[in-house]
Each structure stands twice: as C-alpha cells, then as structure tokens.
C-alpha cells in the first residue's frame, strides 16, 4: 500500500472516529435552555405550542392589540423587507411555522437605570432551518439599509445585524443549533459566560422537578424572580410612585406560574417558593392563617387598587418602645389596646384620581372583630391627645378625627414616607366590622359611595370576578384599570407614558385584574410553597358563552364562618330546586331552603360524617355521636345516640326501612369498628362492634337479602368479609381480591345470597364480581397499573353506577366499567395529591364527572364523553359538590363552597 493511499486511509478514519465522538458526546448530550439564561432575570416566558397560542391570542381578543404594538411592528417590518429582497418561496416555512411547537424562551433582565432588554432562544431542529435562519441574514446584510458582520466573545463567534440608520444591532449567536438573539449584547455575552460554569444552578433550580408545560391546556409557562421586581418597577415607574410596594415582593423568592388564555380571561396559576431573608414579608406574615377578602360590602366601586393582607398588626409589627412623657405614656398604651383590638385582615385601597397630575385618595381598612371595643379605645385616645369631641356625620356613619398616622396600624407597609408623602391619616370611621383610616376628605366622599349602595357587593361586575378569584389569600392585589388610568399616568416614568398612551387598549382589554398568594396548610413543612394566581378578567363576557352551554352567574348565601365539607342536597316538596344540608367551621349545621333561607341549624359535637338522607329526615355521625334530624330540624327521639367516649364516628351508612322493619344504620369508627343499629337507635342482639385489624378501603356496604341483613367491608390489605345481622361471617369470607383495595363497593341486592352482586376494584387495576355465596364472579383488568398508581372505585349518589379512576401523581384518569377503548378522562393537574371525585348518574345518559382540586381550590365538571361542562374550572373549597337536575328545564343545579359562600349555579 503506497504511503499516500496510508495517509487518507488513516486522515479519513480520524475524521470519523472525530464525527463518532461529536455524535455520541458533545451533540447527544441535551441542552437545557434554562442553563443559558443570565441569572438576573426578572422573568422567563416558555412557549411550546405557537400555533395555539397565536390562536388563543385572536380568541381571547390580544392579536390585534399586540400586533399594534411598535416593536412587534418594527420587526414584522424587518422580516417583510428580508422576504421581499430573497424572494422567498412557497417551499420556505413562515416564523411561525418555524416556532413550531418547539420550546422557546423569552426572557426579560433590566439592563440599565431606565432600560430592560429580551433574550430569546430558538432551537433549530433541522440543517434546513438553519440555512433559512442564515439566508434570512445574510439577505438583510446584503440590503445597504443594514451592515452584517461577525465578531468573537470568549471564543464564540457572533453575528451582529446593525442597521446603519439607527445604528440599533441584532446579535445573533449559534449555540450547537441552538439560537440566542438579543438586541442587547451584553445579554448574549451573559449567556456564553454561563457556559463556562455547566454545574452552576439555572433559573428554574427551584422548580427542577416541575414541568408544567405538561399540564393540557397551558399555552406558555412564567418564571417570575420576585428579588429582581423592584429593579424592574424602577424602570417602569417613578421611584416614590412604586415604593409602597417594594415590601410586598419579599413575600415569595420566585414563581413558577402556568398561563391559560380562554376567551375573555387570561389565567397564571402555580406555585412561589416564600422568600427566606430576615425581615421580609413572608417572616413577618408566616404563621398567619390565610383570609377571605370579606369586606366586599364596604369597598367603593372608584376603587382602583385594592392591596388585601392577612395580618394582625399588633402581631405582625409590634408596639415601638415606650416614651418618657406621661401623656404620651398614656397615648401609647391606648393606641396598643386600639391595635390588640383588631383582627387579622388589613387592606389598603387607592380611589381612582380625577386627573393625571392629582394623587389618588387612600383608605386603609383593618378588621375590628368587636367594632364597639374598637369605638371606645378611639374614644379615649382622642381624649387623651386632646382632639375635638366634634364629628362630621355621613349617613350613619361618623368622621372623628384619628390623632394617629396610619403607619401605627400599617406598620412599614406603605413604605417609607417621601417629601410629598401625607404625614398620617387625620380622620377614621368605623365602618361595619372596620376601622376606615384617612384624610377627612377622602373618608367623606367614600362614605358617601357606602350610603349610595356603590359598593362591589352592589356591583354584579365585581361580585361575578370575585367569584372567580380564590377564597383565602395571605396576599391579594385587585386592579381596575379603568378607574387606575390616571393614577398610572401620573406613576409611569416619562419614558413609559407615551408607551401607555399608544397601547392603551391593551391596557384597558381586561379591566379587572387579581394577584393572589396563599400559604399552604402546613408553612412548617420542608419544601412548602403558595399557591398563586393572577386573573385578568373582562366582566362584558365569558369563555363559550354560547345559548344552552354557559353557566349562570348563580345565587350565592354568605355565613358568619367558613363552610367546610360536603354539602348534602335534599329533594324539597313543590320546587325544582334542592334544599341544601351545610356545616361550617364552628361545627354549626344549617339547612338551607331552595331560595336562600335558613330553615334551621344545630351545633355539634364535631365534624359532620356520612351525611345520608331517609324518607324522614337525614342522619349522620359527629364526634362520639348519631344524629337523626328531622324535616324541621328536631332530632327524632331517641336520638342522638351516644357512643362510648373512646369511639370517633367516621362514616354513617342507612338503609331505608318498610312497614315491617325500621330503618337500619351502620357506623364507622376511628378505631376500624362496626356498629349495627336499627333507626330506633336499639343495637342489634347478637351483633358487638366489630373491631377490624386493618383499616376499611372505603364505606362499608349494607344491604338486605331475604329478609337478612348483610355487612359487608372491603379492606385495604384486599379482604371483604361479609357478617350477617348477628355478627358471623358467612361462608366463603373472608374473600381475597388478589390485591391491596381502596374506594367504595357497588352492591346489587339479590333475591338470595347467590345472586347478590358486589363490584370492587383492586390495585392491580381488575375489576372483580362477586356473590356473597364467597364465589369471584369475575375479573377483568381496566387498565395498566404500576407501584404508585391508585385505583378507586366511585360510584354515583345512587349507588347504581360507578366509575373507576387512576391517579399516579398529578395525573388523573377515569374510566368506564363498560370497557370502551381508553380512558374516559385523562387530565394532568397542577398539584400532585389526592383529588375528590365525584360520579353523578340522572340516567338517560345524564351523566357528570366532578374532580375537585384542593390545592388551588377549584372544581372540574366534565360530561359522560369527557368533554368540559360549566365554562371550565369554578371555585370550590370544599372536599366535594352537591348536583342535582332537573327534568322540566333540562337544567343542572351545582351548590358548591366557597370559603363563606354557598354557591349556587344552573348550567345546561
């Protein structure tokens, strides 16, 4: 072999063996797009669906508003030149076509005092959309309007579009086909420094074990870094215009936040992690239970800007240290007295300001759980500091003058005061279950609007929004842009102004707008968040508003306390509409009428179990007793009946009774006992609490056969056993299902023992029948299962139906005993815990799926083909709903809870 023949024999092996290594190293390992954004963003913008999104955009009424905004249009004009001058053909793909559903972030970072820039990333996925992306360049570079030239930066080469005009340049930069383009240099000279330290946090280290872009129906994801929003407000507003809000942002670290766009609303939920700094607002906050905004009653409807905060402010900022002065001694200790006397709700609101140069007027709100204790101490603080007994009455309401600044109530809320800055409020007012701080100005024109009737609880707008928002917050900001304009005018930085002015239908597309955090339940626990959402909402129209489809605006019934439960819907004589069976958080049951009347209500001993309705009245478990109410409230005697102390009720089960026999009762305990009574409250002979080793899957089953009375009791280490009235087990129980058990049993009473039939579904995902003669029936599988699958049977409120469901971590699939082809529902959701499902059968294919999320606190309704009922998600902070329907109107009736409300809704 000759020596050059050797030579490109042995350079062409190196060329591959160079080629294998690229390939099966450098180029097969993944990017993470997040690595290469600069740690100073203020946020990040992933999009994954552009097809959708931009047709979201048009549906939801934005495309026209954001095309019309200049910067899209300078570029829409820079790409329209580049088409013209390559004369590009119908084979070459459009930039939307090329965004594609590929992964694409945009993120924002402030880049100097009064300048913020973009960094957006594109992967390109094949040779063919580089090459349009470099001759989309290099046609512009070749046009004498632009100059294309290339440069180095820590050995990466950049691309640099200038145009000649404005000298404003494009840099470009190639990233293992992975594109950075900025109009900020720096931007993408942060990106390459970040290549150099692969093992350094991303952005969305926090987050690394969430993808929300998984979840249906997100059009893009918000990565919000909380530390940097001050920065980012500096460009945007004036510095004394924004600082009031600076403390706020110490609530949360960052967010990562799912975007929903449906029509004439726009959604971010997810979840912020809280900030761990000393002194930020989430130290000062934690260990505050969350508050419902409850002073819709009291708010005006010139309200602009509503910052709502639960908080104590005794607890949250403590007294000053006492001074030397007797009277002043005096004064402090009232004003202590005055704070202890408030409760845990404070909310500050901005009127709206009649003209630009004018400042808005300010109220600040703080709950008074006793309004007359809180009079008194305002009383003697006025003596004391020697103020005028003299008032200016409005209505019924009375203007003193307050002998306080605001910030011994408000703490460091409002910031630190500037030159123009009010000192304090000059005049209070108690107005309701509030103190009202302000100028005695402000305070006359706002009672006013009270007296009038012009309040959110008077608006249908803002009570139809409220509805929407979540029912407890720690943190709330509530925008009208409407009545704000003028405010925002005279708070935008000069730069900014013109900018609003030129998009102000953009502005104005969604006049209400919410911004709400809530802590979860356990704040203690490691890796604890809030939930956040923020709403934009327009009030004139709602998602697939259509004749038949949408859901009314409802009717709602405000308690003192918050509902907690389930409600129970009992059919009542002579309306279509149910009588509704509630139980709030003071242990108090109330019925409620058709049409919002209360008809009576009972304290208990403890929470209210196994809610069941009898041809009588209704019974139910609560703490160590059983309960048996009649129509009118009264409970039937004997009843209740007391259980022995050491027995916790956990679950009641009825069965209906006849001439010959009095209804029957089963209960459950805490302790895994059985408890057999007769509707008279008399304890079957023979039949002593039956003590089971394991806990039961779910509610037990009673049934007559024969004339006997059959127990039966699915546990969850996959037993049933099946007890006659005496206590004996019959033959062939215990059962075996082959696997763990969880969920409830689908009972068909029989003539005799043989051809009763009971359904259960095991985790194994098989559906098995069987007889209480102790014989399996059969056994069918329903879907594929895995070791953190849970499979549970649900079965409607008639017991005569049933679904089954899959839930492994945050996905939810249901399916229908009938075997069709997949599954009935498959939906991903944004927390990972258990969810309330809740089957309905009206028959004649009427047929509703509920799925209540506790974590964000909202209801999913769906039909029987899996297809979305009720306009989407509604709020719901109970564990579950109430559905009943109507056969003359063809209408469903859903009563649901939220917070202190009962909700009710018709849709079709």
């Not at 200790?333 to 409760?343: K, Q, T």
């Not at 000192?423 to 005695?440: E, I, M, R």
């Not at 699915?714 to 969920?743: E, I, K, T």
């Amino acid at each position: 072999m000759s020596r050059k023949l050797l030579l490109l024999l042995s350079t062409l092996l190196l060329l591959l063996a160079t080629y294998v290594y690229y390939r099966r190293t450098l180029a097969a390992a993944p990017i993470d797009p997040y690595a290469l954004v600069p740690d100073d963003a203020v946020l990040v913008l992933s999009t994954h669906d552009h097809p959708t999104l931009v047709r979201h955009l048009q549906e939801a009424g934005l495309w026209d508003n954001l095309t019309a905004v200049r910067y899209f249009q300078e570029a829409a004009g820079h790409l329209a030149l580049a088409d013209s001058l390559g004369r590009t053909t119908a084979r070459q793909r459009g930039l939307l076509q090329l965004l594609g559903r590929k992964l694409v972030l945009t993120s924002v970072h402030v880049t100097g005092p009064t300048t913020f820039d973009v960094l957006y990333q594109i992967p390109l996925s094949r040779v063919s959309e580089y090459r349009q992306m470099r001759a989309l360049l290099e046609t512009l570079g070749r046009d004498d309007r632009y100059r294309l030239s290339t440069r180095e930066y820590e050995g990466q080469e950049f691309t640099v579009l200038t145009e000649r005009s404005s000298e404003a340049s494009l840099t470009v930069f190639n990233y293992r086909n992975h594109l950075l383009v900025s109009s900020c240099p720096a931007l993408v000279e942060a990106a390459v420094r970040r290549l150099a330290h692969p093992e350094a946090p991303t952005v969305l280290a926090n987050f690394s074990n969430t993808d929300l872009l998984k979840v249906r129906d997100l059009d893009a994801t918000v990565f919000l870094n909380y530390r940097r929003l001050p920065k980012f407000l500096d460009v945007l507003f004036r510095t004394e215009a924004h600082r009031q809000f600076d403390l706020l942002t110490g609530i949360a670290a960052d967010g990562l936040l799912g975007l929903r766009l449906s029509g004439s609303r726009a959604e971010l939920q997810g979840f912020s992690n809280p900030e761990t700094a000393r002194g930020s607002l989430h130290q000062l906050l934690q260990g505050q239970p969350a508050q419902p905004l409850a002073l819709a009653e009291v708010l005006s409807t010139r309200t602009a800007l509503l910052l709502h905060l639960a908080a104590d402010p005794a607890r949250t900022w403590p007294a000053s240290a006492p001074v030397a002065d007797s009277v002043a001694q005096a004064g402090r200790a009232a004003l202590d007295s005055l704070r202890a006397s408030l409760g845990q709700e404070l909310t500050v609101a901005w009127l709206a300001a009649p003209a630009a140069g004018t400042a808005p007027g300010r109220l600040v709100f703080v709950r008074s759980p006793r309004p007359a204790r809180t009079t008194e101490w305002l009383a003697q603080l006025r003596r004391i500091n020697g103020s005028s007994p003299a008032f200016t009455k409005v209505g019924s309401y009375q203007i003193h003058a307050a002998g306080f600044g605001e910030a011994a109530v408000v703490g460091p809320l409002l910031g630190t005061p500037g030159p123009t800055d009010r000192a304090g409020a000059s005049a209070s007012a108690v107005v309701g279950d509030y103190l009202v701080l302000s100028d005695a100005g402000t305070l006359a024109g706002y009672l006013a609007d009270v007296v009038a009737g012009h309040t959110w609880s008077q608006s249908p707008e803002q009570v139809a929004f409220l509805q929407k928002t979540l029912p407890r917050e720690r943190l709330g900001l509530y925008v009208d842009t409407r009545n704000s304009w003028q405010a925002l005018l005279g708070a935008l930085t000069e730069e900014r102004r013109a900018g609003l002015l030129r998009n102000e239908t953009l502005w104005k597309r969604f006049p209400q707008m919410a911004w709400q955090l809530a802590p979860p339940a356990d704040e203690r626990a490691a890796g604890e968040q809030y939930f956040t959402q923020l709403i934009l909402h327009h009030p004139n129209q709602e998602p697939g508003q259509t004749p038949g489809t949408e859901a009314a605006s409802g009717r709602l019934l405000t308690f003192k306390e918050t509902l907690v439960g389930s409600p129970l819907l009992l059919a009542a004589p002579g309306t279509r509409v149910p009588t509704v069976v509630v139980q709030d958080s003071a242990r108090v049951l109330h019925c409620v009428s058709p049409d919002n009347g209360l008809l009576w209500a009972d304290t208990l001993e403890g929470r209210a179990v196994g809610l069941t309705p009898l041809p009588s009245g209704l019974v139910l478990g609560a703490g160590n007793r059983l309960h048996r109410f009649g129509p009118d409230g009264r409970e039937a005697l004997p009843f209740p009946l007391n259980l022995p102390d050491t027995m916790r009720v956990t679950d009641v089960v009825a069965m209906a009774g006849s001439a010959s026999q009095p209804a029957r009762l089963l209960a459950r305990t805490a302790g895994n006992a059985l408890v057999l009574l007769d509707a008279q409250g008399r304890q079957y002979a023979g039949w002593q609490p039956k003590r089971l080793e394991v806990p039961l899957a779910g509610a037990p089953a009673l049934l007559s056969v024969g004339g006997r009375e059959v127990v039966v009791a699915a546990l969850q280490n996959g037993y049933v056993y099946a007890y006659d009235q005496q206590g004996g087990l019959f033959p062939g129980f215990p059962l075996s299902m082959g696997a763990r058990l969880a969920g409830g049993i689908v009972v068909q009473a029989g003539a005799t023992l043989a051809r009763s039939r009971l359904t259960v579904v095991n985790q194994h995902g098989e559906l098995l029948t069987f007889s209480l003669s102790g014989d399996v029936l059969s056994r069918r599988r329903v879907a594929t299962w895995s070791r953190t699958a849970e499979f549970r049977l649900v079965p409607d409120q008639r017991r005569a139906s049933f679904v089954i469901t899959r839930n492994d971590g945050g996905r939810l699939d249901v399916f229908r005993p009938e075997g069709a082809a997949g599954p009935l529902l498959s939906r991903a959701f944004v927390t990972s815990g258990a969810k309330g499902v809740q089957w309905f059968d009206f028959g004649r294919g009427r047929q509703v799926l509920a799925i209540t999320e506790p974590g964000p606190g909202e209801v999913y309704l769906f039909d029987a083909q899996g297809l979305p009922l009720a306009g989407g998600a509604l709020p719901s902070t109970g564990t579950g709903v109430g559905l009943a329907f109507d056969e003359g109107s063809g209408t469903y009736q859903l009563v649901r809870l939220v917070g202190r409300e009962l909700r009710r809704t018709d849709f079709r």
